[in-house]
């Protein structure tokens, strides 16, 4: 068995490609992917949710439009449709015709490159417990003889939950765009591992409280080397980032 991911025992590298290479190609397909790693990326971060027959794919947005020559709301649509829609012509002439990624194909991309994965669980609204749970138990039926497990992470709770119950021995974290009154308490509640804040949440103080409570600290998304360094100073352990090409993970 795999060792399990916790404080005493976390796997992951310091840096991670924001949905796969931030801005250089477009986000959420594999040929972010691969160009992330041509940068020297080794982890990665991607959200996923679910088409209406229940297949994880990745994209951000509830809705089409911004990245995809489709319409409406994408887990509206079964897989077959979304498919075939255009996922790069959005980004640049470069990558027309790049498809939705299956959550799998990304999945085995990472698992035979030795890659390490962030998966955002991204429910459409409604579905936040089955994505969860649909999620989650695909991720352990990829990864089951994998070394190092995948990080689920979400800024919702129920969809954290749903992880939790249906596979356990998953790492999780919580992601936080504010700091609310039980911040701490609410990612105990669920068992995770880690916070994943927006990283202006972090500071001497607030880094401390995390790690006197036994999780660790990563932030999205940094964009700029004074706040890398900064998050760097402060002692955190994952900085999600879009400038692939900016900052060197080999250094």
């Known amino acids: 068995m ?13 840096w991670v490609a924001h949905r796969g290479a931030g801005k250089l190609a477009p986000e959420n397909t594999l040929a972010a992917f691969e160009l992330g ?18 297949r994880p794919f ?18 509206a649509l079964p897989w077959d449709v979304l498919a075939r829609l255009d996922a790069g ?5 470069a990558f027309a015709g790049e498809p939705l990624a299956a959550f ?27 994505t969860g749970t649909v999620v989650a138990n695909e991720a352990a039926r990829l990864w089951q003889n994998a070394a190092v497990p995948p990080l689920l992470t979400s800024f919702d ?10 596979q356990p021995d998953l790492p999780r974290g919580l992601l936080l765009d504010a700091l609310g009154e039980h911040w701490l308490e609410t990612a105990q509640a669920l068992g995770c591992v880690a916070l994943v804040c927006n990283y202006r949440l972090w500071n001497a103080d607030t ?31 994952g900085i999600i980032t879009d ?4 900052f060197r993970p080999d250094l």
């Open 89 to 93: 012509s959005w980004h640049s002439p």
């Open 37 to 54: 790693a041509r940068h020297g990326y080794r982890m990665f971060e991607c959200d996923v949710k679910l088409s209406a027959d229940d």
């Open 157 to 166: 709770p129920l969809a954290l939950q749903a992880a939790r119950a249906a």
């Open 58 to 75: 990745l994209l951000h947005d509830a809705t089409l439009e911004r990245t995809s020559s489709g319409q409406g709301v994408a887990g």
């Open 207 to 237: 880094v401390a409280q995390a790690k006197k409570a036994g999780f660790k600290t990563l932030s999205y998304t940094v964009n700029d080397e004074a706040s890398a360094q900064r998050l760097i100073a402060l002692g955190t352990d």
């Open 2 to 14: 795999p060792e399990p991911v916790n404080a005493d025992h976390w796997p992951y590298p310091r």
């Open 243 to 246: 400038r692939v090409d900016a």
């Open 104 to 130: 799998e194909r990304i999945a085995r991309y990472c698992l035979d490159h030795a890659y390490f994965l962030n998966i955002e669980i991204k429910p459409t609204p409604g579905l936040e417990s089955h």
